[in-house]
């Protein structure tokens, strides 16, 4: 086991110390952070100038602008452009260490975070913790769907929707038989809320606009999009004169909407639908999850150790000031959370992990009462098309052409680093006025990594344990 600081310390440190080297022989106060998502992004800069040491564990090695995960799927936008390195982010926050990990346990008595990596098992000691782990695709009690019909919640899962995408049109492209080549050019989305209504309208744009030219057996514009939902309107988050709005775009777009429908079965070439007591099958090899989240594992883990409520999607109930009930030192925030019925945004994901981080601040500084989590609605913006969004702040309603604007400045401000900033600009140049996308590349193993991966990954042999090596044990 690695040493442990004592017990939280009430007293008050005024400058940031390099992690590890507190000097004087003083040990900083610890803070793990689970997750470099919004949430746990967010926290860790909000400690940058405390004297406490942070130590950052994610499974991937960058941070991920989800909201855009679409646009790396329709060959807008490079992977690289979404999803800076985590390390890069916090190059200059030095009481902050990042360690690459798949946490996969952790210790309420001991306060201690287990995670692994390639085979490697390293366990943290922590005082406080932050667990912002987020939440990943849920296909409702049938995970074998995600199989043909990969969600949209990873650089990974954008990668091979891409491939996806793109190897159905060359696919269509010699394929001689007319029922499959008509199956090869039907794009279905599962699920209306924002990511699904994106990704819709991309494929749409994509099909009718960018690759008209490109083939010579085939018309892409001819290809099918079906956006499926068992909710009776699209975007059911946002008020309903923009869900009609949008609606109408998407159909002006080519984009099948059809409402109160439920999937009931998917596999390699087709989707089965059920609406109302009809069922149906839709011959199709293209299918992207946009439906349902699940919250990850770890909150099931966390409830389990402490008792605390978990939510049908696995968010845990935390107390009015986002911690575990029983134990203050630990906070659960962003997409795993479940608190006064937040819905699971990035805007929520940063506010509480910042208010989580200032919760350990003032108890630092001898303060200890609690304070509790409020949230401030900034609105919500989703993307139809090219120079058509629709967003909602309060009672102002924008559509069209004045929310594009909006909703790109609002991506432009909050995509994490100035040299992804300009690149994206530089992008969204390419494709909104020359209509071209920049990120056509695919490769075989993107669209057939995952299987083989996933098997390598079952089989790997057992980890081997190691206590952090940067502690003094
Ligand atoms: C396609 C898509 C579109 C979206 N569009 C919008 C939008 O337009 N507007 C909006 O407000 N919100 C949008 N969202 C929702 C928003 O992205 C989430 O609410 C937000 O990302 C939640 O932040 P988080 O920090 O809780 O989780 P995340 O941002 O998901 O971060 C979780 C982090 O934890 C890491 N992690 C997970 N498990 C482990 C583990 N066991 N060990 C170590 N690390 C782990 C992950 O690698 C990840 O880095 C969208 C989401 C998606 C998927």
Not at 32 to 55: M, N, R, W
Not at 341 to 354: D, I, K, N
Request: net charge neutral; charged share 25%.
């Amino acid at each position: 086991m690695p040493t442990r600081s004592g017990p939280s310390s009430p007293s008050v440190q005024q400058s940031a110390t390099p992690a590890g080297a507190s000097g004087e022989g003083k040990a900083n106060h610890k803070v793990v952070i689970v997750g470099a998502g919004f949430a746990g992004l967010f926290a860790t800069k909000h400690l940058k100038s405390e004297a406490v040491d942070v130590t950052v564990i994610d499974r991937t090695t960058h941070h991920l602008f989800s909201p855009l995960l679409y646009q790396v799927a329709t060959g807008i936008l490079s992977e690289g452009e979404i999803a800076p390195a985590i390390r890069d982010v916090l190059r200059a926050q030095h009481n902050a260490r990042v360690v690459w990990g798949d946490v996969v346990d952790v210790d309420l008595d001991e306060r201690t975070v287990t995670s692994r990596s390639m085979g490697h098992e390293l366990v943290t000691a922590y005082d406080s913790l932050i667990v912002a782990a987020g939440a990943r695709s849920s296909y409702f009690g049938h995970d074998e769907f995600g199989a043909h019909a990969p969600g949209l919640k990873t650089i990974d899962d954008a990668m091979e929707v891409r491939a996806r995408i793109f190897g159905a049109f060359e696919m269509a492209e010699i394929e001689s038989d007319p029922e499959r080549r008509a199956a090869w050019l039907t794009f279905v989305v599962v699920g209306a809320g924002p990511a699904g209504v994106e990704m819709a309208g991309q494929i749409a744009e994509l099909s009718r606009q960018s690759l008209r030219s490109n083939f010579r057996s085939i018309d892409p514009r001819k290809a099918r999009i079906l956006l499926l939902d068992g909710a009776p309107r699209i975007l059911g988050a946002f008020d309903e004169s923009l869900s009609k709005k949008a609606a109408a775009q998407l159909r002006r777009l080519g984009v099948e909407i059809e409402l109160g429908a439920i999937v009931t079965g998917v596999d390699a070439e087709s989707i089965e639908v059920k609406s109302g007591e009809e069922s149906r099958t839709v011959r199709t090899m293209t299918k992207v999850w946009a439906a349902g989240i699940q919250a990850s594992s770890l909150g099931a883990l966390l409830a389990r150790r402490s008792g605390a409520e978990l939510t049908r999607s696995g968010q845990v109930r935390v107390t009015p000031d986002c911690s575990l009930p029983g134990h203050r030192e630990v906070f659960v925030v962003g997409d795993m959370m479940a608190l006064d019925h937040l819905p699971g945004l990035a805007e929520v994901a940063m506010q509480s992990g910042r208010h989580a981080a200032s919760e350990i601040r003032r108890r630092l500084e001898g303060d200890t009462g609690t304070r509790p989590f409020h949230y401030l609605d900034l609105g919500s913006l989703a993307a139809i098309s090219r120079f058509y969004a629709v967003g909602q702040r309060g009672r102002v309603r924008l559509s069209g052409a004045p929310g594009w604007i909006v909703w790109l400045t609002v991506h432009l401000v909050f995509l994490t680093g100035f040299k992804s900033r300009a690149d994206a600009l530089f992008h969204w140049i390419i494709s909104l006025f020359g209509r071209a996308r920049a990120e056509r590349t695919i490769t075989r193993r993107q669209g057939l990594a995952r299987p083989p991966l996933e098997a390598r990954c079952a089989t790997s042999a057992e980890p081997k344990s190691q206590s952090e090596p940067w502690s003094d044990s």
